[in-house]
């Protein structure tokens, strides 16, 4: 069987969940099937990073250098859908690929499926970035959704989303198959050298090991509920550390906004390390383990891969009972589920954002505070994902659905 894999980020050119998704992907289906990728990005020299054989990076078409980019996004899926000839399988990741499966099963005949890492819908606040391209990419995620011969839903709060959100595409296309995480490449670093390494990166970045921390990874984007969390820290005891691995921010405004709440955190308390650089895993592996507990206070998350992350590395994680997050955290064992009514307007806004942002302190201060229920958590947290979210399964599982699509016909 021939799989194509159809997306915008692969190394080197990663900065979200859906890119670290494609990437792991490809390596686990390698020893199971043909795989091909096609990229954005351009093509990859030989010898670097992303530069695997089946590998095809397209650049973006010259003479729609000063277009809008939602139109600039289509005309590399032009290239990709033309590229496709000869594949089984087309399986497509985030709407900026998925008129390129739809395309490319339009002409070569092949089946697509897609797997569905967050919906346009559900993300308006994107108009911002996009401008009139939100109605774009809205078409082309709408149109690829339902002629898709299957779609994958990485959490069962994304496939009820997706039926919600898309009320034509028929429930039994829907697969659910969970987001995995690569266990021997995310664990708490051991040995001497390793802790020696751990240190410097710690004092590099101005955290202090010493102190109970949170921890906070993701983009500065309206989704991932940053400011409801910047809010909440001021309701943390004093000797809390926060730590925010937060960058990448979507508009201008977003990023306006939190420096603005990251200012006046910091004038109310010490300890709030804003690291804005996207960290190498070694090094954000050792923030990790230097942390206490991880915090995802999401608006809108179909899963969260941070998530996982942060508990193969013995972290719990207080996490917004939203969309795919409920999947992975199991409150009060592997961590703390936080309640929130939110707005039914696509936005993912809660109705008492006063409520939300006490309720995520309170819940932080329970762990943080308590060294030995943090590290009982954390454990379970590690044990979770070993047990439930390891690739090879993941693999597996992605495979029975390409069968499942190929026996419909």
């Known amino acids: 069987m021939r799989v194509d894999l159809l997306t915008k980020e692969y190394p080197p050119y990663i900065y979200g969940g859906a890119g670290v998704h494609v990437n792991e992907l490809a390596k686990v289906l390698r020893p199971l099937a043909e795989v091909r990728v096609h990229a954005f990005g351009g093509p990859r020299e030989p010898g670097t990073e992303g530069a695997d054989p089946g590998v095809t990076g397209y650049p973006e ?9 939602a139109l600039r996004t289509f005309g590399v899926d032009l290239e990709m859908a033309a590229g ?9 990741h985030t709407w900026y ?14 089946p697509h499926v897609l797997s569905a890492h967050s919906l346009e819908p559900l993300r308006p606040w994107k108009a911002e970035q996009l401008g009139g391209g939100y109605a774009l990419s809205s078409w082309a995620e709408r149109t690829a959704y339902e002629a898709a011969a299957g779609i994958i839903a990485v959490s069962n709060g994304m496939r009820s989303d997706i039926l919600r959100s898309y009320p034509a595409v028929d429930p039994d296309r829907v697969k659910v198959v969970h987001n995995g995480i690569d266990l021997a490449a995310w664990q708490r670093p051991s040995g001497p050298e390793a802790d020696a390494r751990s240190q410097a990166t710690l004092a590099r970045l101005g955290i202090d090991p010493s102190r109970p921390t949170v921890v906070f990874v993701g983009r500065i984007t309206r989704q991932k509920g940053l400011p409801h969390l910047l809010r909440a820290c001021e309701l943390l005891p004093p000797e809390v550390q926060v730590v925010l691995c937060a960058g990448a921010p979507d508009t201008a405004e977003i990023k306006a906004e939190v420096e603005g709440l990251v200012a006046r955190l910091r004038d109310k308390r010490t300890g709030v390390v804003w690291i804005e650089e996207m960290l190498p895993r070694p090094e954000l592996i050792a923030v990790l383990s230097a942390s206490d507990v991880f915090v995802c206070p999401s608006v809108y998350e179909p899963l969260g891969i941070v998530n996982l992350e942060a508990m193969a590395v013995d972290l719990p994680v207080v996490g917004s009972a939203t969309g795919g997050i409920p999947d992975v955290i199991v409150d009060g064992e592997t961590g703390y589920l936080v309640p929130i009514d939110q ?26 505070m308590d060294e030995s229920l943090a590290k009982k958590m954390g454990a379970a947290a590690r044990t979770r994902v070993e047990e439930h979210f390891a690739w090879e399964a993941i693999a597996e599982r992605t495979m029975d659905v390409y069968r499942w699509v190929l026996d419909q016909g």
């Open 343 to 368: 707005v039914q307007d696509g936005t993912g806004t809660p109705k008492d954002p006063a409520r939300f942002e006490a309720d995520l302190a309170e819940r932080l201060t329970a762990l943080v």
């Open 97 to 110: 690929a998925n008129l390129a499966g739809h395309l490319a099963s339009l002409l070569h005949g092949a």
């Open 84 to 92: 496709c000839q000869g594949a089984d399988i087309v399986h497509s």
């Open 61 to 69: 078409i010259a003479e729609l250098e000063s277009a809008n980019p």
